[in-house]
């Protein structure tokens, strides 16, 4: 297992340790390539994991979900998402929502995701995290790379193993 997989399971098994009932969102644009790994990480979720987590395809437009994440009233809120972080393709890192200030309110989302966190941690009181992955292409196109499409099956494995 490469360290930076280890990391990123350590941080996510801390972060996940109390949960009680998770929300998992996957974030993404469907025609721009790597862009998308977030909805494909929540789609290899889907049908494997119990009724305490809540599995959202949000794609771009995660705030069309706050009312249905409130009401599920989860402990924990995973947004996933493509970030361009300055790694190589597939790095990941996990960042806290009060981590999120130093990142720009400007989003290629409608909502900027530091605004809907802030929101949602009012509204929930739930921890809230995301889980960011540096894509290798944001090009038009509906396949993610192969190394992007590797990432996405290994994180939802180690997402799968948390989440049980």
């Known amino acids: ?6 990391n990123v399971q ?12 998770v929300v998992v969102a996957g974030i993404g644009n469907p025609i721009r390539m790597d862009d998308f790994v977030g909805v494909k990480i929540v789609q290899e979720l889907r049908g494997k994991v119990s009724d305490k987590i809540l599995l959202i395809e949000c794609e771009t437009v995660p705030e069309s979900f706050i009312q249905q994440i409130i009401e599920f009233n989860p402990t924990h809120v995973l947004l996933i998402d493509a970030a361009l972080l300055d790694l ?5 890192r996990l960042v806290k929502s009060e981590k999120l200030t130093a990142f720009p309110a400007f989003s290629t989302h ?55």
Do not use: V
């Open 1 to 6: 297992m490469s360290s930076e997989k280890c």
């Open 10 to 21: 350590k941080e996510l098994e801390k972060w996940l340790s109390n949960a009680e009932k």
């Open 88 to 92: 190589k393709a597939g790095e990941t």
């Open 110 to 164: 409608m909502l900027p995701l530091r605004i809907f966190c802030e929101y949602l941690t009012k509204t929930t009181k739930a921890k809230i995290a995301l889980l960011l992955i540096q894509p290798k292409e944001t090009d038009f196109g509906e396949a993610l790379t192969p190394e992007i499409e590797a990432k996405a099956k290994d994180l939802a494995k180690i997402l799968l193993n948390l989440l049980l």
